[in-house]
């Protein structure tokens, strides 16, 4: 089993759309959780932070479930500019390595 | 405004030649990392370092070796370039548990 696993889409979705991704990851004692979102030809960015309680941060909502491993990225109103690559990423451990999902890849269309 | 930098953003050589890719962060971070990107397998960790002249592999370290002799600075060497790392290779930089800023990639291809 891959140690972070995404669904790679693509996901394609009207203007205007709500839409979720998932991310499942194998180790119980991963630490922390981050969304990254990586335009083409560019590199990764990061979108936001996972916390335990869920947070916000404009349209973009990402939440824990750490019963079930994984974590979610939910993006409301969805807008062109959204069109990227969303990476999962998971740090385990007392190291700083982190590792990445293979990402998935959201088109919003006109 | 926090920057990491990459020597070269598009790189061609040959089979058996030595490649060094390079990296600088100006942040003053002390982890820095080296991965490489293909299409389906995603990113994947080459070699990290949390402190100068430390360095930990990663998930795919045969045929590559670092280097970090300033903590601004974080080398990738291919000591025989093969056609399989035909690649993307990015470069990232974080404080501890913090976020990691990426660089803008290193297209190489061998020949």
């Known amino acids: 089993r891959k140690e972070v696993e995404q669904d790679p889409g693509p996901f394609n979705v009207p203007e205007g759309a709500t839409v979720a991704f998932n991310c499942t990851y194998s180790n119980s004692a991963s630490q922390s959780f981050f969304w990254y979102r990586q335009d083409c030809r560019k590199e990764p960015k990061l979108l936001m932070s996972v916390y335990s309680s869920g947070n916000e941060d404009g349209r973009f909502t990402a939440q824990l479930n750490r019963a079930s491993q994984y974590i979610s990225l939910l993006i409301r109103d969805s807008k062109l500019s959204d069109s990227a690559t969303y990476l999962c990423v998971v740090r385990s451990g007392g190291y700083q390595k982190v590792t990445f999902g293979t990402g998935t890849k959201l088109q919003v269309i006109p | ?111």
């Open chain 2, 1 to 111: 405004d926090v920057k990491v930098t990459q020597s070269s953003r598009y790189l061609v050589k040959r089979t058996g030649e030595k490649v060094f890719l390079e990296c600088v962060q100006d942040m003053d971070h002390e982890n820095m990392f080296w991965y490489r990107q293909d299409p389906g397998l995603g990113l994947r960790l080459i070699y990290f370092s949390y402190d100068v002249k430390m360095k930990e592999k990663g998930d795919i370290p045969e045929g590559y070796s670092v280097s970090r002799e300033k903590k601004e600075r974080f080398s990738l060497i291919l000591e025989s370039a093969s056609t399989n790392q035909t690649s993307m290779y990015l470069c990232a930089s974080s404080p501890h548990g913090g976020e990691q800023f990426f660089g803008p990639g290193t297209r190489l291809t061998v020949l």
